[in-house]
């Protein structure tokens, strides 16, 4: 009777924990977040561009970035490594950044440790005395905890994100940004 008693426990454990990780899916968001922002801003386009693709510079003002490096570069694209941190986690990931000068900004990193994709994308318009910026987020992340946390604070991390970018940019226009940019022949 002893011997009967284990497999029964057993298809009960099984049954709990099924139910517990359906009960869970409904609780936690496993569809890519998306943060989109279109603003104006008062800034030169090719001192925002220059902002966007300093990449070595990111972990000095950008929020959760503690570590970024460009570890490439071409003409049209280069690679950087990141490493991002947080109260639930600390990771490293590659990202390739395209670029098509003065207009358009895009990032993406794919099946990483920490993300099914992760697309970043800057469309900038020159407007008469402003720039406009069309600001674009969408990731999924691998662990659905993080997920869930991210799906939560997304709409604060992204305006986070966009107006450090812009508060840098003001700075930047303080500087001489022509020979970074003619590091990537951008004039």
Request: net charge positive; aromatic share 16%; hydrophobic share 40%.
């Amino acid at each position: 009777m002893i011997v009967g008693i284990a497999p029964c426990k057993l298809a009960v454990n099984k049954i709990i924990k099924r139910s517990y990780s359906i009960l869970l899916d409904k609780f936690i968001n496993s569809k890519e977040i998306i943060y989109r922002k279109n603003v104006d801003i008062f800034c030169k386009n090719n001192i925002f561009f220059y902002t966007i693709l300093n990449v070595d510079e990111y972990k000095n003002f950008l929020p959760y970035v503690t570590d970024s490096e460009i570890t490439y570069k071409c003409e049209e694209y280069f690679n950087a490594v990141l490493q991002i941190e947080n109260i639930i986690f600390k990771e490293r990931y590659k990202s390739i950044i395209k670029y098509k000068y003065p207009t358009t900004i895009t990032v993406s990193s794919h099946d990483t440790n920490l993300f099914h994709h992760l697309i970043t994308e800057w469309d900038i318009k020159d407007k008469q005395n402003s720039l406009n910026v069309n600001f674009y987020i969408n990731f999924r992340l691998k662990n659905k905890l993080y997920q869930n946390f991210m799906n939560l604070y997304i709409k604060e991390l992204g305006r986070n994100i966009l107006y450090a970018f812009i508060k840098e940019a003001k700075s930047n226009s303080l500087k001489n940004v022509d020979s970074f940019l003619d590091n990537f022949k951008i004039k």
